[in-house]
């Protein structure tokens, strides 16, 4: 169990550009799930994929971004056409099967920075 | 649709002292909840939760939270605080389906030595 990794760990790029970030969820983890955490605010929920499924995604995930799971192991976010809104930490969760009262495992999240 | 409050931002204990840190929840039907801990550079990590039955559940590092449904409280405490336990500290509601998780805004902790 080498846990939930997230690359890159921090992220700084200018307003327009694209950005891309990385979850490595633990291993025959089923479940994964994208968070966001903006200072002084607790996560918030993006969206969350049942194996390559993509089940639900929250209103807060705007056109601009896209979230996939091809092969149902990692999983890329992207932001297109970056705000200054966006900038955040980005959280990534796994779990084993998404049975309610489940843990989730977490990542130590990409901080990006808009500017 | 569900929400959590933490209505402290920051508390300030004294190590070996207690510590109760505040949760109220909305949801219309039995919640499942949670409280997780953050320290800086480092993932959320669980540290008890309530499903159903006892509704007070006992975690890791010494900390126990009890349910008060009359209330809609989920309130975490610890006997005797360590200054390790100095980090941020979420409470959080599951929804049935899914696992997706609402969380509070965040009581930051520090331990004064």
């Known amino acids: 169990d080498t846990g939930v990794s997230q690359d890159p760990r921090h992220k700084i790029t200018k307003r327009g550009q694209n950005v891309t970030f990385r979850c490595d969820p633990i291993s025959e983890h089923n479940r994964l799930y994208w968070y966001r955490q903006t200072l002084g605010q607790g996560p918030e929920f993006l969206t969350y994929?049942?194996?390559?499924?993509?089940?639900?995604k929250s209103r807060l995930l705007s056109d601009r971004f896209s979230a996939e799971r091809p092969k149902g192991s990692f999983s890329t976010l992207e932001i297109q056409r970056t705000e200054q809104g966006d900038s955040a930490m980005y959280l990534c969760a796994s779990s084993p099967t998404g049975t309610p009262n489940e843990k989730l495992f977490f990542g130590s999240g990409t901080q990006l920075s808009v500017l | 649709a569900q929400s959590v409050t933490q209505p402290d931002i920051h508390i300030t204990v004294s190590e070996g002292a207690s510590l109760e840190l505040r949760c109220n929840y909305s949801?219309?039907?039995?919640?499942?909840l949670f409280w997780y801990v953050q320290s800086p550079g480092q993932g959320l990590q669980l540290l008890l939760k309530y499903f159903s039955g006892d509704t007070l559940v006992q975690g890791i590092k010494g900390f126990e939270a009890e349910f008060k449904r009359s209330q809609s409280s989920f309130n975490l405490r610890k006997p005797s605080v360590h200054w390790s336990d100095a980090a941020e500290y979420f409470c959080a509601v599951g929804t049935g389906g899914g696992n997706k998780l609402t969380f509070g805004t965040g009581t930051q902790l520090k331990v004064e030595l």
């Open positions: 994929f049942q194996n390559e499924a993509q089940l639900e």
């Open positions: 949801y219309g039907a039995t919640p499942y």
